[in-house]
């Protein structure tokens, strides 16, 4: 399979602790996304990286979100102290460059208790 | 007001119909627009990529953009029972931050 991969696809966690999701991205795909995805909602932008170099933040990434694209190849995004509005549905999207199209995994459920 | 509206749905069409998907969005800057299938529990499927306006076909896809009415649409013809999924509608402007704008999704049952 060369789509992009994410693990875990399920996570089920106890509100303040720390969860940590990575994303494979397509291979030779500069440019790697994160969004989120409530229920009934379209995706929203959290933030992007240029291979290793992370470019933009959206305002719904708060201090507790990380992410990190070492050697910009694979992403983690990390969230600590996890809050029960955190309960979404993470995807993670790749694309060669900032013209073409973005292809999306199959994304990490996450239900914090 | 959002950026990008989408009517929720629920469409239910009968097996072999042609559906009608739109949005309608307010930036003007908005040059890139895309349509995604998703599956329940599934990531999005890019189905249509289009720039500026005018139409695109793929198959049994076509996609409309109207610039001047901030209008974009997705037909699909003979509709089968496996187009039932939520159809999200995306775009972006010029700008090398590829943020898309997402609607908020239709849904659509394709009845046997």
């Known amino acids: 399979d060369t789509g992009v991969s994410q693990n875990p696809r399920h996570k089920i966690t106890k509100r303040g602790q720390n969860v940590t999701f990575r994303c494979d991205p397509i291979?030779?795909?500069?440019?790697l996304y994160w969004y989120r995805q409530t229920l009934g909602q379209g995706p929203e932008f959290l933030t992007y990286?240029?291979?290793?170099?992370?470019?933009?933040k959206s305002r719904l990434l708060s201090d507790r979100f990380s992410a990190e694209r070492p050697k910009g190849s694979f992403s983690t995004l990390e969230i600590q102290r996890t809050e029960q509005g955190d309960s979404a549905m993470y995807l993670c999207?790749?694309?060669?460059?900032?013209?073409?199209?973005?292809?999306f995994g199959q994304g990490t459920r996450l239900t914090v208790v | 007001q959002k950026e990008v509206e989408q009517d929720p749905g629920p469409l239910s069409v009968p097996e072999g119909a042609i559906v009608s998907l739109n949005c309608t969005y307010s930036n003007s800057a908005f040059q890139y627009f895309m349509w995604y299938r998703q599956y329940s529990r599934k990531g999005p499927e890019l189905l249509m990529y289009t720039y500026s306006s005018g139409n695109k076909e793929d198959g049994r896809f076509t996609a409309q953009v109207d610039k001047s009415s901030k209008y974009i649409s997705l037909f699909i013809r003979d509709s089968q029972p496996s187009d039932s999924a939520t159809y999200l509608c995306?775009?972006?402007?010029?700008?090398?931050?590829?943020?898309?704008?997402f609607g908020s999704g239709t849904r659509l049952l394709v009845r046997p």
């Open positions: 990286f240029q291979n290793e170099a992370q470019l933009e």
């Open positions: 999207a790749s694309s060669f460059d900032s013209n073409t199209e973005a292809f």
């Open positions: 995306a775009m972006r402007g010029r700008d090398s931050s590829y943020k898309l704008i």
């Open positions: 291979s030779e795909h500069n440019r």
